[in-house]
């Protein structure tokens, strides 16, 4: 499980971290990571190494942006739309508006409260934040696991991976593209449901739809095109037919 903390104010961001791993060391709450920055792209190039549902404390003021917290918060939806967004602030009067960018936040918290209020309300957070994931039971995920990475996602959002550089592979899912290291010969042996249809394409045998013979294009159920080799074009055909 991962925790993000967006700060950038050091001493309040140092405070912030030490009262997050004293609550999760005195209740067992696990976490492979503690992320903390004042930077949002920080946050957003190590969403795709998460494994579960992370956890998002956002200060709403960055580097005197009296908005910044609430339009991170829209871009960490983009690429994450299950996490736990919990923005701690001294501006609480923007909880009303926070409505209006519709990132389902769990709750503020005014960095002004008492110690002992602040406490006990991260405490609420992170523990919703381990019955969150304790209670995320994953029965179809796809799982790429090596040296440099971990990814999970629903295999059902899996549409297709591509070669990207020497050794990095993008995954195309249903609402975003995540970069990892690795080959399209280790991916393709993950699932029986992958098949490699092109020399740079590895694709969800569930969502094929159709099969464009002018083009010669695979067509998902998405709308998206991904091409085929010449001598697969029959495999891809009787697959899409359902005899394979």
Do not use: W
Not at 51 to 65: A, C, Q
Not at 165 to 173: A, G, I, N, S
């Amino acid at each position: 499980m991962s925790i993000f903390i967006l700060e950038d104010d050091v001493m309040q961001a140092q405070q912030i971290e030490r009262l997050v791993k004293e609550i999760c060391e005195k209740h067992e709450i696990a976490y492979d990571f503690i992320e903390v920055t004042s930077r949002s792209e920080n946050i957003i190039e190590k969403i795709p190494l998460t494994t579960y549902v992370p956890i998002y404390f956002l200060d709403i003021e960055i580097k005197s942006e009296e908005r910044k917290g609430l339009e991170v918060s829209k871009q960490i939806r983009e690429y994450d739309p299950e996490g736990i967004i919990v923005f701690v602030t001294t501006h609480s009067e923007f909880a009303p508006i926070s409505y209006q960018y519709m990132v389902s936040a769990l709750t503020f918290i005014d960095k002004g409260l008492p110690y002992k209020d602040r406490y006990d309300l991260f405490k609420q957070c992170l523990l919703h934040y381990e019955n969150r994931n304790n209670n995320h039971v994953a029965t179809d995920d796809f799982i790429v696991k090596n040296s440099r990475t971990t990814i999970r996602v629903p295999f059902s959002e899996v549409e297709y991976m591509m070669t990207d550089e020497p050794h990095r592979l993008v995954l195309v899912t249903t609402n975003r593209l995540i970069h990892f290291y690795g080959t399209l010969k280790e991916v393709e042996l993950l699932d029986e449901r992958l098949f490699r249809c092109h020399q740079s394409y590895v694709v969800n045998r569930i969502q094929l739809y159709s099969y464009d013979t002018a083009q010669k294009m695979i067509v998902l159920k998405s709308g998206k095109r991904i091409p085929v080799s010449r001598r697969l074009i029959r495999k891809v055909r009787q697959i899409i037919k359902g005899e394979l």
